[in-house]
Nanobody, 119 residues
Framework: QVQLVESGGGLVQPGGSLRLSCVASGRVGRIYVMGWYRQAPGKQRELVVTITTDDRRDYADSVKGRFTISRDSSKNTVYLQMNSLKPQDTAVYYC?????????????WGQGTQVTVSS
């Protein structure tokens, strides 16, 4: 089992910044993929960005150049720095941990943190 705890959401004005954190605990292992997804009201959950343990990153086009994912492997923590926020970034942001190559495949989610971009 892997537990994920997010923090850092809140209300911010357009153009502002927020930093989200996600701490993984439990049987995390050394090789995995972590990332952030988001779900706006009435919409499906969508990928924001993922990062592998060899630091490969995959960003959604909508956030490229504005959001940056980083990780601290010593703390099993990933961060999402969000700059130049737009009202359309408003959503619940979920942390995700995956090991799709495991048997059975592992896929865990955090509880979500609300990000609201509004003036």
């Amino acid at each position: 089992q892997v537990q994920l705890v997010e923090s850092g959401g809140g209300l911010v004005q357009p153009g502002g910044s927020l930093r989200l954190s996600c701490v993984a605990s439990g049987r995390v292992g050394r090789i995995y993929v972590m990332g952030w997804y988001r779900q706006a009201p009435g919409k499906q959950r969508e990928l924001v960005v993922t990062i592998t343990t060899d630091d490969r990153r995959d960003y959604a086009d909508s956030v490229k150049g504005r959001f940056t994912i980083s990780r601290d492997s010593s703390k099993n923590t990933v961060y999402l720095q969000m700059n130049s926020l737009k009202p359309q970034d408003t959503a619940v942001y979920y942390c995700n941990y995956k090991r799709p190559w495991s048997a059975p495949p592992l896929d865990y989610w955090g509880q979500g943190t609300q990000v609201t971009v509004s003036s």
